[in-house]
């Protein structure tokens, strides 16, 4: 029995505390695209036209950017000495999500669940391990 041929339906993701980094002006970012991208999982759960999810997903795309422009000044007003790493990750992954919003333009049905699984991933794995290590640098003002 192989699972790998199975697509995984996207779930919601609910806040919890262990997702704080201890500064309110990134909880509040990290919040706002939590409750976006649940709103495109409830879209894409619920059969929501394709201009629909073409909306939520540029509204993303503009939320996580305009967040990622913030945490980097935060980084560097703290001086994160991991600034350039996370910086470039910040970058793969709005490459990333052009290229899924490009394929979801092109009418390719299996990029949606794929950007909101990428997504969800993304969001786990970013906040909790990556934007944990600055969190440190955030709070020792």
């Given at each position: 029995?192989?699972?790998?041929?199975?697509?995984?339906?996207?779930?919601?993701?609910?806040?919890?505390?262990?997702?704080?980094v201890?500064?309110?002006?990134?909880?509040?970012?990290?919040?706002?695209?939590l409750?976006t991208?649940?709103?495109l999982?409830h879209?894409?759960?619920?059969g929501s036209?394709h201009?629909?999810?073409?909306?939520?997903?540029?509204e993303?795309?503009?939320?996580i950017t305009?967040?990622f422009?913030?945490?980097?000044?935060?980084?560097?007003?703290?001086?994160?000495?991991?600034?350039?790493?996370?910086?470039?990750?910040?970058?793969?992954f709005?490459?990333?999500m052009?290229?899924?919003?490009?394929?979801?333009?092109?009418?390719?049905?299996?990029?949606?669940?794929?950007?909101?699984l990428?997504?969800?991933?993304?969001?786990?794995?970013?906040?909790l391990?990556?934007?944990?290590d600055?969190?440190?640098?955030?709070?020792?003002?």
């Open positions: 029995m192989s699972g790998h041929n199975e697509r995984k339906s996207p779930v919601a993701i609910e806040w919890r505390d262990s997702l704080s201890n500064s309110k002006v990134i909880d509040e970012q990290h919040k706002s695209i409750n991208l649940n709103n999982v879209s894409l759960n619920t036209n201009d629909i999810i073409a909306e939520i997903i540029n993303l795309i503009d939320q305009r967040h422009i913030t945490e980097e000044e935060f980084m560097k007003a703290y001086g994160y000495p991991s600034l350039e790493e996370h910086t470039a990750r910040h970058k793969e709005i490459d990333k052009i290229e899924y919003n490009t394929l979801f333009k092109d009418n390719a049905i299996g990029a949606v669940n794929g950007v909101v990428f997504l969800e991933h993304w969001f786990e794995a970013h906040v391990m990556e934007d944990m600055y969190a440190s640098y955030l709070t020792s003002d």
